[in-house]
């Protein structure tokens, strides 16, 4: 996974680009994760997650979006999306719920 600036339409900041080709392989992973977010009040939705992705070809594989109380402990799966969604940028956003504080994760699984 790489992490660069990009500034390329209007506004500043930054993109991650796991490669899904060749050299990889199926089952290869790639991981990032945030520093610990404050616990929001029960019910609250105004922490979200936002963010685009391109997923284009035969074997791209899957992208999950997961929330987690604490290192090692068991994840939570707040978004996914698998397989060819087509040769544009899509954007999602997830709102983050948690009473404790927590960290956010996505995970990149090659099928190829």
């Known amino acids: 996974m790489k992490l660069s600036s990009d500034s390329v ?4 900041g930054y993109y991650l680009y ?12 790639a991981r990032l994760a ?3 977010i404050s616990s929001l009040p029960q019910g ?12 284009f070809g035969p074997d ?11 290192n090692g402990c068991v994840e939570t799966l707040v978004y996914s999306r698998s397989g060819n969604v087509g040769n544009f940028w899509d ?9 404790v504080p927590f ?5 990149k699984i090659n099928s190829s």
């Open 9 to 12: 339409l209007c506004c500043l």
């Open 18 to 29: 796991s490669e899904a080709s060749w050299p990889r392989q199926k089952g290869d992973k």
């Open 34 to 36: 945030s520093g610990f």
């Open 44 to 55: 609250d939705t105004s922490c979200r997650l936002r963010f685009y992705f391109h997923m």
């Open 60 to 70: 791209i594989g899957s992208l999950n979006v997961y929330t987690r109380p604490c």
């Open 91 to 99: 954007r999602a956003e997830v709102v983050l719920k948690s009473t």
């Open 103 to 107: 960290q956010v994760g996505m995970l």
